[in-house]
């Protein structure tokens, strides 16, 4: 990381109603750590890749359907949500893109890609430069203008082990 990115970097806070970390718990890079084994998805990929349809990892339609977990009404609306406040967001609807990835992170709680998404928007925003995307949580002193329950180090902190890399295989 360059010199000039670290000395540009904000003193960040948690959001205001974010949950505490619990006392004694996991850590932030024990949780983020924890789960997946990423060396072993790396593998497979690389066997699926060479073996095609013989390989261990690759799965039958059938068997991709019966592996699928089903959607609920309430999924499928986060989903929905989501990409309404994605589209808002390019056309410049801040604050309707706000409340449409409140709704998105309510109806699925457990989805990091959808919050990481907002938080980086709006990291970019409110502090440019090219570590802005990275600051996925309220900067020191701006607290209350911070638009979402929760942020990336809150929700890491009250994340199971395991539970931010699901394992997969």
């Not at 949780?31 to 072993?40: K, T």
């Not at 430069?129 to 009250?158: C, H, I, N």
Request: proline share 7%; aromatic share 10%; hydrophobic share 40%.
């Amino acid at each position: 990381m360059p010199s000039d990115m670290l000395e540009s970097m904000p003193v960040v806070s948690t959001a205001p109603n974010a949950p505490a970390a619990p006392e004694g718990g996991p850590g932030q890079w024990d949780v983020l750590g924890s789960g997946q084994d990423r060396g072993a998805y790396v593998d497979a990929i690389r066997d699926w890749v060479e073996h095609g349809a013989d390989s261990e990892f690759a799965m039958t339609p059938d068997q991709v359907v019966a592996a699928s977990q089903p959607r609920s009404a309430a999924l499928s609306a986060g989903a929905a949500h989501f990409e309404l406040a994605n589209d808002l967001w390019l056309t410049g609807e801040r604050d309707a893109a706000i409340a449409h990835f409140n709704a998105c992170h309510r109806l699925q709680p457990d989805n990091w890609t959808y919050k990481r998404q907002a938080w980086s928007l709006v990291g970019r925003e409110r502090v440019g430069g090219r570590y802005g995307q990275f600051v996925q949580m309220p900067v020191k002193g701006e607290e209350a203008d911070w638009p979402f329950d929760s942020d990336f180090r809150s929700d890491v902190l009250t994340t199971e082990l395991g539970g931010y890399y699901p394992k997969t295989l």
